[in-house]
């Protein structure tokens, strides 16, 4: 069973950094056959969609939003089964629950899998 279990978030003044952590088990990020194939952020603010923040894929690498680029970094520690993203400069509409995601190449076909979410909210 894949468990994501997302910390870091919090109240920040604009123009200020987060970062966010998300612990994953249940999956490995080096599996040949089987593991996650996509690990990364999603974040939905009030009465918007769901929207990607940053992925990292196998084989393809890392995905940014456009919005976020340069300011935002996703990272891995496989020894620790955890992914990071470190939110600088960030902006008041930004505000939103930020979502671990880990979509993993199983038996029966490859399953999405989300965390329960972690408030991050941007004071202007």
């Known amino acids: 069973q894949v468990q994501l279990v997302e910390s870091g978030g919090g109240l920040v003044e604009a123009g200020g950094s987060l970062r966010l952590s998300c612990v994953i088990s249940?999956?490995?990020?080096?599996?040949?056959?089987?593991?996650?194939?996509?690990v990364g952020w999603y974040r939905q603010a009030p009465g918007k969609q769901r929207e990607l923040v940053a992925v990292?894929?196998?084989?393809?690498?890392?995905v940014y939003s456009e919005s976020v680029k340069g300011r935002f970094s996703i990272s891995r520690d496989n020894a620790k089964n955890t992914v990071y993203l470190q939110m600088n400069s960030l902006k008041p509409e930004e505000t939103a629950v930020y979502y671990c995601y880990v979509n993993n190449r199983e038996g029966r076909g490859n399953i999405d899998y989300w965390g329960q979410g972690t408030q991050v909210t941007i004071s202007s």
């Open positions: 990292l894929r196998r084989p393809s690498g890392t």
């Open positions: 249940g999956t490995t990020f080096t599996g040949i056959a089987f593991g996650a194939t996509a």
